[in-house]
Each structure stands twice: as structure tokens, then as C-alpha cells.
């Protein structure tokens, strides 16, 4: 579910993801969707909680007490989070911030601005995005093509450009994500008939 707006004129940032604890303090290790963490990490930052309905933090927030990097990994401290049980119910939590509607974040959209965006690919409009799903992994574009509802993995490699004055996305697929691949099974049932009707012909002129 993406978070709605909690406050007038405040739209919610996807920032970071917490992908596993780190130590015995309460350390996790950090996954950024930020290009300034130490702008977003400052002691005191509170971050809304993405994380299943099931989970003790549903519905509640968090507040950094240190951020770090330590060989080369950004590593995060949370108050109230003082050791690796506690570090280790937080993973694969997704952290959200509220921001001020014309503050700018550099690779980063609300999901309201990729909504509607043509995709083209190859300079040709395959579809357009109809809504933006976020897992713990990996954020989804689902993209409208024909009638088709394609998940294309919100990646740099498969989305290199985001143009929202342009009004569209350019993707660069691998094969099978937007057409249909033939079966290796039929291919090779194909590639036996036309061995066999060969073999037929051969005898039929000898």
C-alpha cells in the first residue's frame, strides 16, 4: 500500500530499505533511495514504517540515533533499537518520509508523477503506467500494454530514463516481459516436423 498524504502540502519519500541487522547493537544495514543520506539519516529523522499487517511495527514510526557507513555499507541506529533481536524485526522494512511538496530529490518521483506516463520502447509507445507498486525487493511500474497489465521491475537497467516533462518512461525489457516467447516445447515439435517432411521429400526423389 503506498502511504497516503499525512499532512497538508507534505507528500511521503520513499528513502531507504532495511535489508538485514548488523551487529549485536541494533544495527541494520541500509538499502538507499536517496542520493543525500546524510541529509535524510540526521539524528532525529523519524520515518514511517512500511511493513506487513502481521508485523509488531505496523503503524508505527521510527527515529534515528546514528547513521554510519562502515565499509562501504550504509548502516542505520534506531532509538529503542539496542540489540540484533530487536534490529532483526525491522528487516525488509521499507522507511518513508514526509517532504515538502517542492523540495526536489534528485532519481526520486512520487508515485502520482510515474502514473499516466507513456513507455516507450525502442521509440515506439508500448503502454502506458497505470499504477507503481512497492515491495520489499523492488518497486513495480505496471504498465498497461494492449490488453495486458506488464510488472516491470522499477530498475535502472530495464527503466534507464524518467522524463516527466516529456510524459514518459524508456524501458529496455529483456525478451519476453512485453511479447509473448514461443515454447521451446512447440519450437522443437516445429523444428521435428520439418526435419521429418525433409526426410520424406529426400526418399520420395531418390
Known amino acids: 500500500m503506498v502511504p497516503k498524504d499525512r499532512n497538508q502540502g507534505k507528500n511521503q519519500l520513499r528513502v531507504g530499505r532495511l535489508v538485514k541487522a548488523h551487529g549485536l547493537k541494533g544495527a541494520l544495514k541500509l538499502e538507499l533511495y536517496t542520493d543525500n543520506p546524510e541529509r535524510r539519516f540526521t539524528p532525529g529523522a523519524e520515518f514511517t514504517l512500511q511493513v506487513p499487517e502481521a508485523s509488531p511495527w505496523h503503524g508505527k ?27 532483526e524485526s525491522l528487516v525488509r522494512a521499507i522507511l518513508w518520509i514526509d517532504q515538502d511538496a517542492d523540495e526536489p530529490e534528485d532519481n526520486a518521483w512520487y508515485d502520482h508523477q510515474l ?8 521509440d515506439m509507445v508500448v503502454g502506458r503506467v497505470i499504477r507503481v507498486e512497492h515491495l520489499p525487493a523492488q518497486d513495480l511500474l505496471i504498465v498497461k500494454s494492449h490488453e495486458r497489465e506488464v510488472m516491470v521491475p522499477f530498475v535502472e537497467a530495464i527503466v534507464p530514463t524518467v522524463d516527466i516533462a516529456a510524459g514518459r518512461v524508456v524501458v529496455t525489457p529483456p525478451a519476453g516481459l512485453f511479447e509473448e516467447l514461443p515454447d521451446s516445447e512447440d ?3 516445429a523444428g521435428s516436423v520439418e526435419d521429418a517432411g525433409e526426410s520424406s521429400g529426400s526418399d520420395a526423389t531418390s
Open 61 to 87: 514510526t521510527v527515529t534515528v540515533r546514528e547513521y554510519r557507513v562502515m565499509n562501504a555499507n550504509s548502516v542505520v541506529f534506531f532509538q529503542d533499537v539496542d540489540d540484533r533481536d530487536a534490529a
Open 115 to 122: 502514473t499516466g506516463l507513456d513507455v516507450v520502447r525502442d
Open 187 to 189: 519450437a522443437a515439435n
